[in-house]
């Protein structure tokens, strides 16, 4: 007897249950998607556009819609790709992601005129400059979006790899034997 | 299987080969000659680096500043030898990568005139702050390797209440016996460096463990601390890691230090004999820390033996003091075997880290082709920390870095017992040192990151403010045109 009105009062309690979730899924229906909203404070907010999306949140929603991957983030690095992993539930192979070396602008104090666009475009301020005197670039503040390497007039703006000092010189992962 | 039989107050270990035969009865050289030019690197201790107060061709004396402490958490460097400043420039450090670190190169000028300090008449009546004060201002920091500055251990001594003072005679690493000489030689000093320490904290009692390989060592410093009964001197067995300092601790107090705890957290301070012996050389006779007992062994070495070196000597000219054979050396290590650093060439200065350079040879090194694990959980066995090395290793491979840390990785000690006894010749703890600094590197990027989100913010605000006042500009500039439009086209009517 006890059986019957167990499995009465879970079947009822779950119909009840459905038909609420049911209700409030329509009634009570989020316009914009909170999720978006997590991502995006994950990204790095530069709008660089290295993902080809025009900024930080057209890319959340489009990896939230399942239209980008969620390693489309150069700046944000593996570090980015397990936490989107994590936060949309996503399975990536992480041994295949490799780590783009991460580059910054370096201004040449030979062919640089002081036009002043470089600093202009520069989304973090990491070029400081003024008219007709030489700018330079603080590697500690920049990106690597090359935006200013694209407007540059003189090329004297390129990308190097960052310098390994001995504050960031770190152990390389044990290779693993072939075969 | 019969885990619980052994000594509970112990986990894990190894017994490796020890390598201290071949040193550990010859008296510390003290007769290395003077080098032409000593390097001494501003950064010899944990935290911020010394800033340099001399000029290019400034005299200096022995003893004197050379760079001051900056910071809390930071050391000052001072001259090992008198001489003319030659330069300050950026030469490789004594480090895996030998990357350039700033130094400062003296010629030696072979007088050896020390600069005069004042001695103190009565240094065990000095205050306790006034011996931190001497502590850190003579650059004295831990020389069992971690090379934190000593006055700010004593200084957080004083602040938290402490019993005991454990120094740590244990040297279990093979091959470094510069401890157990400084102990045969030079107790007498150990033990009025470890008043001064008991004093400058407010302690009530000291305990001096020593690894039970070392009985001549055992037996002078009991000799030397019997006149004193806040200093015990306790043997301990031998097995890796007992210098460990929570090994250490647990074996003689049975206390555990909390896994991201302090030793101050129960009431415990943990120095190095050596850091000992700098501390009574700092306060009794004023003399800074500038040189130091270096160990220098390995198969290459003809004539392997402890060396009372000045800091800043060139590794090369210690080696070549011994008798290293270049044909036979195959990797050259400073500190021990176990945890030291692999360096890549001899040109680099001996800094107040060098407890130890091994010229190893061929015979002595071995080097295995890595197998797969074969999960015999040995390493799970050895580990002191009680982690789980294998499944470590295997998330790390995997580069799930959090899933590691979730089992432990940033308890892990690096004290290789894992890879010392993995049948499958894994480098256990390659992988930790690996994934510990790319989750350091990781830290560093999200801290970068959130740094362009607030310049990147900073920067659309500005923008923002820059168009609304054009803005509003130009429309004081109609407004104007419009009221003067306004009074032109009065005037007129007026006028017509």
Known sequence: MYVFSAIIILTLLGLALGLSLGVAAKYLKVESDPLVERVEALMPGSQCGQCGFPGCRPAAEAVVLGAAPVTLCPPGGSALVEQLAKLLGVDVDLSQTQDVEPMVARVSEDTCTGCTRCFKVCPTDAIVGAPKQIHAVIADSCIGCTKCVAVCPTECLQMHPIEVTLRDWRWHKPQLVAA | ?496
Request: hydrophobic share 40%; net charge negative; glycine share 8%.
């Open chain 2, 1 to 496: 299987m019969f885990a619980f039989l052994e000594n509970p107050k112990f986990r894990g270990g190894i017994h490796a080969e020890e390598h201290k035969a071949e040193t550990c009865d010859k008296p510390i050289a003290t007769d290395l000659p003077l080098p032409k030019r000593l390097y001494i690197p501003v950064q010899q201790h944990v935290g911020k680096p010394a800033e340099p107060i001399v000029k290019v061709g400034e005299h200096v004396l022995k003893g004197q500043l050379l760079a001051y402490s900056q910071g809390t958490i930071s050391a000052p460097v001072h001259a090992p030898s008198s001489g003319v400043i030659f330069d300050v420039q950026d030469l490789p450090a004594p480090h895996p990568s030998a990357l350039p670190i700033r130094t400062i190169v003296i010629e030696t000028d072979g007088e050896e005139k020390w600069f005069k300090y004042a001695v103190p008449e009565n240094p065990f009546e000095l205050d306790a702050e006034e011996i931190c004060l001497r502590v850190g201002g003579a650059g004295v920091v831990g020389l069992g390797g971690a090379v934190f500055p000593s006055a700010v251990k004593l200084n957080l001594g004083r602040k938290n209440q402490i019993h005991t003072l454990l120094i740590n005679a244990g040297e279990c690493e093979p091959y470094l016996t510069c401890d157990d000489l400084l102990m045969q030689e030079r107790a007498v000093e150990i033990v009025g460096g470890i008043r001064l320490m008991l004093r400058g904290m407010n302690a009530s009692k000291a305990i001096v463990g020593i690894e039970d390989n070392k009985p001549n060592a055992f037996k002078a410093m009991q000799a030397a601390s019997a006149e004193f009964d806040q200093i015990s001197v306790v043997q301990v067995p031998t097995r890796y890691p007992m210098g460990w300092d929570r090994q250490m601790l647990r074996y003689l107090t049975g206390n555990e230090i909390p896994a991201d705890g302090r030793a101050t957290d129960i009431g415990v301070v943990i120095h190095n004999v050596a850091t000992a012996y700098a501390v009574y050389q700092a306060v009794c006779l004023s003399k800074p820390l500038i040189s130091r007992v270096v160990t220098v062994s390995g198969g290459a070495v003809a004539k392997p033996q402890n060396v009372e070196v000045p800091i800043g000597t060139l590794m090369s000219e210690v080696l070549a003091f011994c008798g290293v054979e270049n044909e036979k050396l195959a990797r050259l290590i400073m500190g021990g075997p176990m945890m030291g650093e692999v360096l890549p060439h001899a040109d680099v200065p001996v800094v107040k880290a060098t407890s130890g350079i091994l010229a190893l040879s061929h015979e002595d090194i071995f080097e295995p082709e890595m197998k797969p694990c074969i999960r015999c959980s040995s390493c799970v066995t050895a580990c002191p920390v009680g982690l789980l090395p294998l499944e470590m290793a295997s998330r790390i491979k995997a580069n799930k870095l959090d899933a590691a840390v979730d089992l432990g990785l940033k308890d892990c000690i690096s004290c290789g017992s894992c890879s010392y006894v993995c049948p499958s010749n894994i480098p256990l703890v390659h992988y930790f040192k690996f994934a510990s600094g790319e989750l350091f590197s990781r830290q560093q990027r999200e801290h970068k990151a959130e740094q362009t989100k607030r310049l990147a913010d900073e920067r659309t605000k500005r923008m923002e403010r820059i168009k609304a006042e054009a803005e509003e500009d130009a429309r004081r500039v109609m407004e104007a045109r419009a009221a003067r439009q306004a009074a032109e086209a009065k005037a007129q009517e007026e006028t017509a």
